[in-house]
């Protein structure tokens, strides 16, 4: 049978297991902070992973001709620099 407890009481606190854990989070959002910092040398942030674009301002790469609740397509190549593109 389930032990009901204190909610008053903590649990014991292993500081290795912490200072593990913790590590082993660094590592993770290391790798995706590195891989984000790389794809972003080629491809607009703007540019979701449905080749929309969150923009929100004019970019000559958008496709406007959507419907209405949609985001305008992107049609920027990811072999371009697009900064470029944006309008001022």
Request: aromatic share 10%; charged share 35%.
């Amino acid at each position: 049978m389930h032990e009901v407890r204190d909610p008053r009481e903590r649990p014991e606190f292993d500081s290795e297991k912490y200072a593990s854990s913790l590590a082993k989070l660094d590592s993770i959002f290391r790798d995706i902070s590195d891989s984000v910092n790389e794809v972003s040398k080629w491809r607009c942030p703007y540019k979701n992973v449905e080749d929309r674009c969150t923009a929100k301002f004019g970019c000559r790469n958008q496709d406007v001709n959507v419907l209405a609740d949609e985001l305008f397509l992107c049609l920027g190549s990811d072999d371009l620099d697009y900064r470029a593109a944006w309008e001022n």
